[in-house]
């Protein structure tokens, strides 16, 4: 059994590194972290007339928060999202719709040739914690990070994008 339609001679897996995160139809700038998308279903157990023997049968599907994290920069979209959320309960006389702080998400996997290869698009995110600066610390030598939790209600693999064509052959069929 090949894993992959079009790549048959293709063995590895596709990398984690090469993603992009878009919403509202723009993507964001300075990702470098996503948590994974999981999704868990309760197990009920009962029992059918007889103590002694259980059965399992399907509960609730609940879906996890996702964290995202990027570089601390000038633009203001994680920020401004959370604020959203945080302006909505502060009664400080903002009012905002609450279809205004839900997003739908979607992840793009890329391949190492930079061709998109998997989407996933994560219904009606809101966020439910905000980090806008890690710890300070005048030792360190590293990159601040800012990070958002995002509540969901579920997620969807887009099967219309196609396993991308061998490199090789694709360059073949464009001289000819």
């Known amino acids: 059994m090949t894993e992959f339609t079009l790549n048959q001679g293709q063995s590895d897996s596709y990398k984690n590194f090469k993603y992009w995160i878009k919403w509202e139809g723009r993507y ?3 990702m470098n972290k996503a948590s994974p ?3 868990t279903t309760k197990v009920v157990k009962h029992s059918k007339g007889d103590a002694s023997a259980s059965r399992e049968s399907l509960g609730r599907t609940q879906y996890e928060a ?3 994290e990027r570089g601390v920069t000038h633009d203001v979209e994680f920020e401004e999202w959370a604020n959203k959320v945080w302006d909505f309960g502060s009664d400080l006389g903002v009012e905002v719709a609450l279809e205004d702080f839900r997003r739908d998400m979607i992840i793009e996997v890329h391949n190492q040739s930079g061709e998109l290869t998997l989407t996933y698009k994560v219904f009606r995110c809101w966020v439910s914690e905000y980090q806008s600066l890690p710890d300070l610390d005048a030792k360190a030598n590293t990159v601040m990070i800012q990070h958002i939790k995002l509540e969901n209600e579920g ?3 887009d099967h219309e994008v196609p396993e991308p064509w061998p490199l090789r052959l694709e360059c073949a069929q464009r001289r000819s």
């Open 37 to 39: 998308l999981p999704r």
């Open 28 to 30: 964001v700038a300075g």
């Open 155 to 157: 997620f969807d693999r």
């Open 66 to 68: 996702i964290t995202l």
